[in-house]
């Protein structure tokens, strides 16, 4: 059983910055891929960021130059650095891992709610 468990979400005000965790444990030897998509009212759910166990990331579009994907493998954990933060983005914040051997993400959490006041 592998479990996946974000925090660090809350109410900020437009320009600040907040920082996600999230945090793999259970039975696996390894993560591959780790990523952060989001999901607002109405819209469907968007790549964020994600990073390979390498180190390799990529980012949505939207959030280019703004936040920071990082992960730390000893911990299986990943974060994401969020900074001038806007109203657009406040969403439900999900963590996924992709787990060994197949690619696509295998686990998902339950979401972190982040609300960025104008």
């Known amino acids: 059983q592998v479990q996946v468990v974000e925090s660090g979400g809350g109410l900020v005000q437009a320009g600040g910055s907040l920082r996600l965790s999230c945090a793999a444990s259970?039975?696996?030897?390894?993560?591959?891929?780790m990523g952060w998509y989001r999901q607002a009212p109405g819209k469907q759910r968007e790549l964020v960021a994600d990073i390979t166990r390498g180190g390799n990331t990529n980012y949505g579009d939207s959030v280019k130059g703004r936040f920071t994907i990082s992960r730390d493998n000893a911990k299986n954990t990943v974060y994401l650095q969020m900074n001038s933060l806007k109203p657009e983005d406040t969403a439900v914040y999900y963590c996924a891992a992709d787990l060994p051997p197949l690619p696509g993400y295998d686990y998902w959490g339950q979401g972190t709610q982040v609300t960025v006041s104008s």
């Open positions: 259970g039975s696996f030897l390894r993560i591959n891929t």
